[in-house]
């Protein structure tokens, strides 16, 4: 499983948000840092995809499919501030 920046999640996030989310501010639940998830740390190829924050490490975002459809799981995400123009 390879460690990339958040931005390689772009096309996933899109699918589920329907709008680019990389630029969103996410702050972590952990540590409280805050920053666009584009600068987070991605880990993919798994059983699913799994962001991280990159100040702490804790878990900010984990998506996986079950029967085709997509779960995702933002609980290590305190506040979620969508990029500007989206709702």
């Excluded at 702490?56 to 995702?72: A, M, N, S, Y």
């Amino acid at each position: 499983m390879g460690e990339l920046d958040g931005n390689g999640a772009a096309g996933l996030l899109q699918e589920i948000f329907g709008t680019e989310m990389t630029i969103a501010v996410a702050t972590c639940a952990s540590c409280g840092s805050a920053a666009p998830i584009g600068e987070s740390v991605l880990y993919a190829g798994g059983p699913g995809t799994v962001i991280r924050c990159r100040s702490c490490e804790g878990l900010l975002v984990v998506i996986t499919q079950v029967r085709g459809r997509h779960c995702v799981d933002l609980m290590g995400i305190r506040a979620l501030d969508p990029p500007s123009g989206s709702a």
